[in-house]
């Protein structure tokens, strides 16, 4: 698993590619944490690398969402393949994130957040 993170804003964007499975969980879910660590935890995760990804790598991205609410923030997710939007839709998580096709999209619904707020 590779991942690259960079800041637009208030927004942490953290992209991942190769297989989000429980071999790989350590390092990002420290980087979670440190991205939600103060108010407001606007983070977008983008998808448009990964090639698996499993129950664990999909209980991180809950604990992510959870840990982002609890200091005013959410997490959005960007760039999913056909075949983990599917795992999305069976197992209703698409109810629960966010869901956006580019980067640019997810990062921008976050200032609208700002404005309506």
Known sequence: MEYLTRTVGKVRV????GNFDRYNLAVIRQWL???TKSSPAYIVINLSGVDLLDSSGLATLV???KRARKFDGNVRLCGLSQSIRMLFELTRM???FELYVTEDDAIQAFSLVEVTV
Not at 14 to 17: P, R
């Open 94 to 96: 698409d109810k629960i």
């Open 63 to 65: 604990y992510s969402l």
């Open 14 to 17: 953290l992209g991942l590619s």
């Open 33 to 35: 944490e440190d991205a």
